[in-house]
Structures are given as C-alpha cells and as structure tokens.
T-cell receptor, first 114, second 112 residues
Framework: DTGVSQDPRHKITKRGQNVTFRCDPISEHNRLYWYRQTLGQGPEFLTYFQNEAQLEKSRLLSDRFSAERPKGSFSTLEIQRTEQGDSAMYLC????????????FGPGTRLTVL | GENVEQHPSTLSVQEGDSAVIKCTYSDSASNYFPWYKQELGKGPQLIID?????GEKKDQRIAVTLNKTAKHFSLHITETQPEDSAVYFCAASYFGNEKLTFGTGTRLTIIP
C-alpha cells in the first residue's frame, strides 16, 4: 500500500492557462475526494466520487473546474482559464466502502498562478 | 451546512506538558469527528477519530473526547514531544454525507 499519490507536486502557471492534476487513490478505495486548501485555512471540500460516479460538487467548484474518474481508479482535476485566486494547495483523499469515512490524504499539488 | 470552529489558533507548550485543542460543530446530524496533523508541505495525516456512539477514545499519548449534547469535541496530547509540533485540524461529517468540514487549524509548537 503506497498511499494516495498526486502529480505534480508543484505547478506554476500563468493566468489564463489550463492545468490538470492527477490523483491515484489507495488501490482498494472506491471513494475519492478533492479538497482545496489556502494558506492558514483548513481544507475545503470540492467534489467526491464513488467509483466513477461524481456524487457531489461544492459551489466552490465553478464552471472552470472539472473533475473526472473515468474507470473508478485515478482521478483528474482540470482548471480552465486559471485566475490568481485559484492559487492554493489541491488535496486528494480516498476512503473505503465500509462506511467508516476514514479519509486518507495525498501530499497535495501546490498551484501558483502568476 | 455544517460549521466547525476550532480554538486556539496557536498553542505553545513545554515539552512533556499536555496540549488540548477544542472544536465545536453546528450540525447535530454530524456523527464522525476525525483529527488530522499536517506538517509543512505535506497533506493532512489522520491521527485519531471518534464516532458519536462513544464519548472518548485513546491511542497512546493521544485522546479525543466528544460531548454530543454541547456539540463539542477535543484533542488531548499528553507528554508532548518536539515531533508533535505541527498544525492540527478537527473535522466533522455524517454517514451519507461524505464531505469533511474542517476547522481553521491550530498551530502547535512544542518548546524543548
């Protein structure tokens, strides 16, 4: 068990560019979550998947954000036309199907929009 | 929706002393309360959690207490060590609503 992995760990982009992040959950976990964390704050929920189905999206997830989990394994989070306000740490977490709701986080992708 | 408040925002304790961090939640339907430790540049690490059917849970030097009536829960760290220095977050959720709502964090510093 290698834990939750995220790629890239850091991304610097210019305003207006598109970026895509990848998350690989713990292999037997069927639930996958995306959170965003800004400096000095706790993580904020963005969206979550059960297998390949996206079951909930936060109002924080504007039309410029899209997340997919095509085969119920890894997930991608894409941000189109990035803005400086998108600069944050994007965290991925996964949990099993047992209903315990224990979420295990990856190391995050730090996005800086110039 | 759920709102979680966390206090204090910073806490400094002498090595070997105890540290206590407190959280309150607003949604009486919440029934799962994890605590996470986050070190600089890393993702949050689950250190202990409690479900609403118990009032206290302990794991070595770490314990969590829950008061459902008052809607608050606390993290207790005893015999603190330098490696306990980090930011700690409480969170709340309930089964059937999988998202975690986090507090704003407590920066704990252990003074050698």
């Amino acid at each position: 068990d290698t834990g939750v992995s995220q790629d890239p760990r850091h991304k610097i982009t210019k305003r207006g560019q598109n970026v895509t992040f990848r998350c690989d959950p713990i292999s037997e976990h069927n639930r996958l979550y995306w959170y965003r964390q800004t400096l000095g704050q706790g993580p904020e929920f963005l969206t979550y998947f059960q297998n390949e189905a996206q079951l909930e999206k936060s109002r924080l997830l504007s039309d410029r954000f899209s997340a997919e989990r095509p085969k119920g394994s890894f997930s991608t989070l894409e941000i189109q036309r990035t803005e400086q306000g998108d600069s944050a740490m994007y965290l991925c977490a996964s949990s099993g199907a047992g209903g315990g709701n224990e979420q295990f986080f990856g190391p995050g992708t730090r996005l800086t929009v110039l | 929706g759920e709102n979680v408040e966390q206090h204090p925002s910073t806490l400094s304790v002498q090595e070997g002393d105890s540290a206590v961090i407190k959280c309150t939640y607003s949604d009486s339907a919440s029934n799962y309360f994890p605590w996470y430790k986050q070190e600089l540049g890393k993702g949050p690490q689950l250190i202990i959690d409690i479900r609403s059917n118990v009032g206290e849970k302990k794991d070595q030097r770490i314990a969590v207490t829950l008061n459902k009536t008052a809607k608050h829960f606390s993290l207790h760290i005893t015999e603190t060590q330098p490696e306990d220095s980090a930011v700690y977050f409480c969170a709340a959720s309930y089964f059937g609503n999988e998202k975690l709502t986090f507090g704003t964090g407590t920066r704990l510093t252990i003074i050698p």
